[in-house]
C-alpha cells in the first residue's frame, strides 16, 4: 500500500480516537488522555518520517511547527491539544492527496484525447500514419467523431466541438480557410484539413505540456512560503521562549506553537494549485 492510499486512514485514526476521547472525558473517564495520546502518536512519527524524507532533500518545511507543537503536547500532558493538531494536520494531508487524485484523473482523461494516428491523403490514396510523422502542407482527412491531430486550415466548412480546448459546449461551425486548432472533435461531416504545425508545435501538444509542467513544477506562493518557513520557525521559537521567560510557565511555549502551527498554510496552496488544474482539465478552460 502507497502513502497517497494511507493518508484517508491516517485521517480516519485520529478522528476515531478523538471522538472516543471527548466521549471519555464527558463521562469523566480516566482513559480520555490516552485516547488523546493515542490519537497524536502515528499522525506523529508519520510527520517525522516525512520530515526526514524532506531533510534529506534539502527541504526544510512549516510542517516542523505541526511536529513540534504534537511533541510538545505530549511531552507537557497536553493530550487533547496534541490530538487536535494531528487531526488538522492529517484531515489537511488528506484533503492534499484527494485533490491529486482528481487532479491526476482529470489528466489521464486529457491525455488519452490526444490522437496516436492521423488519415493523409498520399499519391496512392489515403493512408495511415503516426501523428508523429505529420509535417506541415499535409493534407488530412478528419472524419466525424476524429479529434484534430494537428493545427491547420479547413479546406471545407466544419463543425467542431472545441469543448476541450475553450469549454464552448456547442458546437463551433467553421467556414472553409478558417484556421483550426489541434485538439477540436470533428462534430460534423468528414472535411479535409491542410496541417500548419507538426504534432509536437500543435495547440493541444503545447496544453499538455503545460500542465505537465505545472504538476511536477511548484507555485511562486508554494516557494516563498517554503523560502521563509525557516525565519518564521525561529521566530516562532524565540517568541514561545520570551513566553516562557515571562511567564515562568513552559507551557506557554506549547500555547505559541499551537497557535503558530499552519496547517492551513501548508496545505493551501498546494490543494488550491492541483484543484484548479482538475477543473480545468475537467473543463477545458485554459
Partial sequence: MNA????PLLLAWPALWLGLGL??????WPQAELAFAVATVPVLLV????????????EVGLDLL????????????????????????AGGTALEAFARHQARREMTALLARQPRRATRHGPGGLEELPVE???P???????????????????AAAVLDTAALTGESLPVTLAAEAPVMSG?????????????????ESTFAGILRLVEQAQAGRAP?????????????????AIAGVAWAMSGDPRRVLAVLVVATPCPLILAVPVALIAGLSRAAKAGCW
Avoid: C, H, K
Avoid at 23 to 28: F, S
Fill in 184 to 200: 477540436s472533435t470533428n462534430a460534423g461531416e468528414a472535411f479535409d484539413l491542410l496541417a500548419t504545425r507538426a504534432a509536437a
Fill in 221 to 237: 506562493m508554494a516557494r516563498l512560503a517554503d523560502r521563509w518557513s525557516l525565519v518564521f520557525l525561529l521566530v516562532t521559537l
Fill in 66 to 89: 505541526a511536529a513540534l507543537s504534537m511533541g510538545s503536547a505530549l511531552g507537557f500532558g497536553e493530550y487533547l491539544a496534541g490530538a487536535v493538531v494531528a487531526l488538522m494536520f
Fill in 23 to 28: 466521549t471519555a472525558l464527558a463521562l469523566r
Fill in 137 to 155: 502542407g499535409d493534407r488530412l482527412l478528419i472524419r466525424q467523431g476524429e479529434v484534430v491531430p494537428v493545427d491547420g486550415i479547413a479546406l
Fill in 133 to 135: 510523422a505529420l509535417a
Fill in 47 to 58: 510527520l517525522l518520517v516525512d520530515m526526514v524524507r524532506s531533510l534529506v532533500r534539502g
Fill in 4 to 7: 497517497t492510499a494511507l493518508r
